[in-house]
């Protein structure tokens, strides 16, 4: 996924801290750290023929949904646009130093999650878009998020302004932080529930460290077994997926039936052959599980459309179940910016972008192609449906909450960056004063107020009859 790193020798020696320092100080004359307040295009692509042709190859019936969910609210418009705000960003100025992006950072892409070991971490958790570029552009989309979920909230001018300086000084100083650290302390580095309590004592009030201790109890109990009670009841003595179209579609709802067997047959030979993507202990694992039920599942916002599917597995017995995703990787909305991907598949570049940019992922994280999906082969990832899973809800935030929120979120995406990319020379780069964070303050107003018109423009193309908008 990164560039591919020279061989080092004793002829051949890598750069000393202080060459990379020197490296960091140096990118301030292609791109100076107040210049990334710069946000005016003089050319711009239309946005809703960028998210018309990511809904081209996408399931048809499924768009308007994706369409109905963007048109809610600049917020959820927002989400639903990381296409548009690649192509804008591409034109805004860049250090030239590259780092493995999320490349889609806002705010609710950083969530509570399981380690395999059982631990309650914060971290990223969206990988869809992944790929090397400029670490600018995730600090940039976090921070914007912020603005826009502030103004919903009605936070104050000053008020947002705060949340995100807060922020984005913490990547900074967390990036600091990681650069005089050795290798493997930055990669054994992680934001655990203790570490996220600690922070929540000297930041938030009563209420807020209350809302965070319900939120991670809520967290720890969204596993295999809540999702198997939720999602599934017994037909005949045995456990089938419930329908809730068109959300949740039983494969048996979708198509005739010579169609449906050749359709499971392919999803289960994707579940299979996926083994192949994990350790070698854990194919072991996977293989004493048992494929009972699939559906196909609508997920997230901008997600809509791409083919996704749950499966039902079961182990032991009924009191063992597993429900695995297989969500469909199509080409990342960096790509036509930053280069394509040097993996195989898509699929395989979402998978090794997480391994790269998280503390701790899913263990039966992997990824496999399948051919005959919908008439063409296709790039799959698969991953636990539900695996301590908790989000934020930021309308329940105040400014102070959400300025500790955005500060945990500003350290997680530094560390996650700092696994990556030359972490010394991005914290040369941005140095010990607030330049950048005032820039990327300032940038980050000016790109909510495109993302509104954005959002009014949805509105109507909707209005219009150029879109079909559906509410689910």
């Known amino acids: 996924m990164t560039p591919k790193a020279e061989v080092r020798t004793r002829e051949n020696p890598p750069p000393t801290p202080r060459e990379r320092a020197e490296r960091g100080r140096a990118a301030r004359a292609k791109a100076s750290r107040s210049s990334h307040a710069e946000f005016a295009p003089t050319r711009r692509p239309d946005p809703i023929d960028l998210i018309e042709r990511q ?3 996408r399931v048809p019936e499924l768009v308007p949904i994706r369409y109905g ?15 548009i705000m690649a192509s804008d960003l591409a034109g805004t100025p860049s250090s030239g130093l590259r780092v493995q992006l999320c490349g889609d950072a806002h705010m609710l892409n950083f969530r509570l999650l399981a380690s395999p070991e059982r631990l309650l971490l914060f971290d990223l ?6 790929l090397p570029g400029p670490w600018e552009w995730d600090v940039k989309r976090l921070a914007t998020s912020l603005v826009i979920a502030g103004r919903e909230n009605g936070y104050t001018d000053a008020e947002r302004a705060d949340v995100v300086l807060a922020t984005v000084r913490s990547y900074r100083e967390a990036m ?18 203790d570490r996220v309590r600690a922070l929540a004592s000297g930041r938030l009030h009563k209420r807020g460290r209350r809302q965070l201790s319900k939120a991670m109890g809520k967290a720890r109990a969204r596993d295999s077994l809540q999702a198997f009670a939720k999602l599934t009841r017994m ?5 089938r997926i419930v329908s809730s179209p068109p959300l949740v579609t039983p494969i048996a709802e979708l198509l005739p039936d010579a169609e449906r067997a050749a359709l499971a047959g392919r999803i289960g030979d994707l579940i299979d052959r996926y083994r192949q993507t994990l350790r070698s202990e854990l194919r072991h694992l996977l293989g004493q599980y048992t494929v009972v039920d699939m559906a196909r599942k609508v997920v997230g916002v901008g997600s809509v459309g791409t083919r996704c599917w749950i499966v039902l597995l079961l182990g032991r017995d009924l009191d063992d179940p597993l429900i695995l995703q297989a969500k469909e990787a199509d080409e990342s909305v960096l790509a036509a910016h930053v280069g394509p991907a040097e993996t195989a598949t898509q699929g395989e570049r979402v998978v090794a972008g997480q391994r790269l940019m998280q503390a701790a992922g899913d263990m039966l994280l992997g990824w496999e192609r399948v051919d005959g999906i919908d008439g063409r082969q296709r790039d799959f990832y698969v991953r636990q449906l539900r695996d301590w899973k908790g989000i934020a809800e930021p309308s329940l935030m105040v400014p102070r909450g959400m300025r500790a929120f955005g500060e945990l979120c500003g350290a997680t995406l530094a560390r996650a960056h700092a696994r990556s990319g ?7 780069y941005l140095g010990g004063r607030d330049t950048f ?19 009014a423009a949805l509105l109507e193309a909707v209005r219009s009859g ?7």
Do not use: C
């Open 422 to 428: 030359d972490r010394i020379a991005v914290a040369a």
């Open 125 to 130: 958790n969206d990988f869809d878009e992944t």
């Open 235 to 239: 037909v005949d003595g045995e456990p």
């Open 466 to 472: 150029r879109v079909t908008a559906e509410d689910a």
């Open 437 to 455: 964070d005032r820039a990327v303050t300032a940038f980050a107003e000016t790109y909510a107020d495109r993302n509104e018109r954005d959002h």
């Open 69 to 83: 969910r963007m048109a809610e609210s600049p917020f959820r418009f927002y989400r639903g646009a990381a296409a």
């Open 55 to 57: 809904s081209a190859s």
């Open 176 to 193: 600091r932080r990681f650069a005089g650290m050795r290798n493997l302390d930055v990669w054994y580095a992680k934001a655990d529930a």
